[in-house]
């Protein structure tokens, strides 16, 4: 993929983010759209030598769209300013589980490149679900948290939008209460873009969600409990 003129694209876009603009460098996002597909596309063949629950992921399908929804913001800006995508099992796309633990990587005109896995702001249902594991599978919980490869890549989950107390319900003297609180279970890091070297883009991308396996593996394990209307 090229990189740099992505970047530049994006950088571009960031200044002059109306539809205008957009509609007069559609040749160019098109191109670049198809480089993206051809990187998604690859990508999830390396990951599925590791995670073979992705085989049948859709390339185009995990691509999120570039439209912004600006229905319910503030910010009025048609465009997305990056390029990014969400790898899961098909199998998993359903709407109570928020789409299960996904491989997420996004490109930024700034040239950084963030990715991560796990599972992001979940809807309550799953939410809870994952939280009551963590209680009943507390060693296998404790057990995933100590992988030398996710630590050594991610460090410890993230803690964006974490509650200040244990949710209701929850023992607020139990040995993972700190992690209780999380809205999100998801590791994420952020590096700067090899852009004389793009070659290795889907390499790093795919070391890097290798080591956030032990997380998938462990969220992956968690059932739901489906109440019928």
Not at 1 to 30: C, G
Not at 120 to 125: G, T, V
Request: charged share 30%; aromatic share 10%.
């Amino acid at each position: 993929m090229h990189l740099r003129d992505l970047t530049q694209f994006l950088t571009e876009l960031s200044e002059n983010n109306n539809r205008p603009w957009f509609i007069m460098n559609k040749p160019r996002y098109d191109i670049l759209r198809e480089e993206f597909l051809a990187v998604v596309t690859e990508l999830i063949k390396e990951i599925t030598s590791f995670d073979r629950a992705v085989a049948a992921c859709n390339p185009k399908k995990a691509m999120f769209r570039i439209n912004r929804d600006i229905r319910f913001s503030n910010d009025k800006s048609p465009y997305k300013t990056r390029f990014s995508a969400g790898i899961t099992p098909m199998d998993l796309r359903r709407p109570s589980a928020g789409g299960g633990p996904t491989y997420y990587f996004q490109i930024e005109g700034n040239g950084k490149l963030l990715f991560g896995a796990g599972e992001y702001l979940p809807p309550p249902p799953r939410l809870r679900a994952i939280r009551e594991a963590v209680v009943n599978d507390a060693p296998g919980f404790a057990k995933m948290l100590k992988n030398r490869q996710l630590r050594a890549t991610f460090g410890d989950l993230q803690e964006e939008d974490k509650l200040q107390r244990p949710p209701k319900g929850f023992d607020p003297d139990h040995v993972h209460v700190e992690y209780l609180k999380l809205k999100s279970f998801f590791v994420w890091t952020e590096v700067d873009l090899k852009l004389n070297a793009p070659e290795q883009l889907v390499p790093e991308l795919a070391r890097g969600f290798k080591d956030a396996f032990a997380l998938v593996a462990w969220l992956r394990g968690v059932k739901e409990t489906i109440v019928e209307d």
